[in-house]
T-cell receptor
Framework: TQLLEQSPQFLSIQEGENLTVYCNSS?????LQWYRQEPGEGPVLLVT?????EVKKLKRLTFQFGDARKDSSLHITAAQPGDTGLYLC???????????FGPGTRLSVLP | GAGVSQSPRYKVAKRGQDVALRCDPI?????LFWYQQALGQGPEFLTY????????KSGLPSDRFFAERPEGSVSTLKIQRTQQEDSAVYLC?????????????FGPGTRLTVT
């Protein structure tokens, strides 16, 4: 049973389009992180959110943590081919170090 | 500066062999994590060190898996009597923080194939 679910599993869009991917759980997390992973490499941290309802922006990427700290979304504006990759969300439970990762959303942005 | 490095990058082992995977974290980082990532899946937590102390090993799948970080820097993940289900990418991450929320910096991983 996946503690963290991500949707959609796969997404293929044209350059310039907007998109939103989701990370959902029935559990409460003390913090949640988003990573992007490219083939043959380790995940790279994009953002950490800790407060329910928190919104963070990173250039064209907007991250939101749900009010109940059980879910999160990542919105990309005007996607570019360089945004292609596997987007992973990861939650920390009970303020600990045991991180739970979702299965990821594989994004492909076509030129 | 140098990031997290892992060696070897690729390892092929015959079933039943023992393997050792090495992680060199970013200098000065107190926290170190090991994860297992199966094909098409997200990473799964294996174990956590704070300096040389292994504070959480709840994710190690069996007693064939053993990790150490004797001097609080380099870490080794050892798998004894490898099985085919051990085939995966093993990721190491380090963090300068000792409490949540951690900023984890990942290495490129070691791809283990057990034949």
């Amino acid at each position: 049973t996946q503690l963290l679910e991500q949707s959609p599993q796969f997404l293929s869009i044209q350059e310039g389009e907007n998109l939103t991917v989701y990370c959902n759980s029935s559990s409460v997390f003390s913090s949640l992180q988003w990573y992007r992973q490219e083939p043959g490499e380790g995940p790279v941290l994009l953002v950490t959110v800790v407060t329910g309802g928190e919104v963070k922006k990173l250039k064209r990427l907007t991250f939101q943590f749900g009010d109940a700290r059980k879910d999160s979304s990542l919105h990309i504006t005007a996607a570019q081919p360089g945004d292609t990759g596997l987007y992973l969300c990861a939650g920390a439970r009970n303020y600990g170090q045991n991180f739970v990762f979702g299965p990821g959303t594989r994004l492909s942005v076509l030129p | 500066g140098a990031g997290v490095s892992q060696s070897p990058r690729y390892k092929v082992a015959k079933r039943g062999q023992d393997v050792a995977l090495r992680c060199d974290p970013i200098s000065g980082h107190v926290s170190l994590f090991w994860y297992q990532q199966a094909l098409g899946q997200g990473p799964e937590f294996l174990t956590y060190f704070q300096n040389e102390a292994q504070l959480d090993k709840s994710g190690l799948p069996s007693d064939r898996f053993f990790a150490e970080r004797p001097e609080g820097s380099v870490s080794t993940l050892k798998i004894q009597r490898t099985q085919q289900e051990d085939s995966a990418v093993y990721l190491c991450a380090s963090s300068p923080k000792r409490t949540n929320p951690y900023e984890q910096y990942f290495g490129p991983g070691t791809r283990l194939t057990v034949t």
